[in-house]
């Protein structure tokens, strides 16, 4: 099992930034293929934001944050980070990280809530306009 600890979240105004961070640590050895970030505003499903790789620089986005969003990774650290940019309103939510324990994850990462076997408690990101 991995244990996973968000941090980096607050309050912001609407155009600004934050860095989210989320430490994966293991009480064994567990091999981690991907990790990624969803989130889950109020009265809405949990949904995708960002994925690596574990193994290569590999990473995706959700649509919705392209260009403002970018995940990456301090392998060293067992540390996966989520830059956010120009933020808005609309990116109010409990953001979660999560390590996939999927081998095929390896290559791209993952996107699905499935594919991901450990989650991490969140951290609260709120966008003021």
């Known amino acids: 099992q991995v244990q996973l600890v968000e941090s980096g979240g607050g309050l912001v105004q609407a155009g600004g930034s934050l860095r989210l961070s989320c430490a994966a640590s293991?009480?064994?050895?567990?091999?981690?293929?991907?990790m990624g970030w969803f989130r889950q505003a109020p009265g809405k499903e949990r949904e995708f934001v960002a994925t690596?790789?574990?193994?290569?620089?590999?990473?995706r986005v959700a649509d919705s944050v392209k260009g403002r969003f970018t995940i990456s990774k301090d392998y060293a650290k067992n540390t996966v980070y989520l830059q956010m940019n120009n933020l808005n309103p609309e990116d109010t939510a409990v953001y979660h990280c999560?390590?996939?324990?999927?081998?095929?994850?390896?290559?791209?990462?993952?996107?699905?809530?499935?594919?991901?076997?450990?989650w991490g408690r969140g951290t609260q990101v709120t966008v003021s306009s």
């Open positions: 293991t009480g064994r050895i567990v091999r981690m293929y991907a």
């Open positions: 999560a390590a996939s324990p999927i081998d095929y994850c390896s290559d791209n990462g993952c996107w699905y809530e499935y594919e991901y076997g450990d």
């Open positions: 690596i790789s574990w193994s290569n620089t590999n990473t």
